[in-house]
């Protein structure tokens, strides 16, 4: 990853464990999106516990890999909203 964008000069990270907030982002979109698909998947498809196991283990493995690049630019993007002034060209 770069330490700032290469269009606007927005820095990324700005101290040490700056993108703890995208671990939790990341976190918490994986247990909302397994645990509304194991309550789907029981309802419409009543598929047993040890297959519904099998599929989002995997799916909790898998996504959080998938998802940590987009969690990170999402944690940007709200910390940017709340905090503008260490936008684009702040090098404090």
Known sequence: MYPDC???DLRFEREQGYFVGAIYLNYAATVIIVIAGYIVLDY???????????VWIAFGVC?????L?????LWLSIDYIFDP????GDRT
């Open 6 to 8: 290469v269009n606007c």
């Open 44 to 54: 419409f498809f009543n598929l047993s516990l040890a297959k519904q196991l099998i």
């Open 63 to 67: 996504f959080p890999l998938f998802f």
């Open 69 to 73: 690049r987009y969690a990170r630019s």
């Open 85 to 88: 002034e260490n936008g684009p």
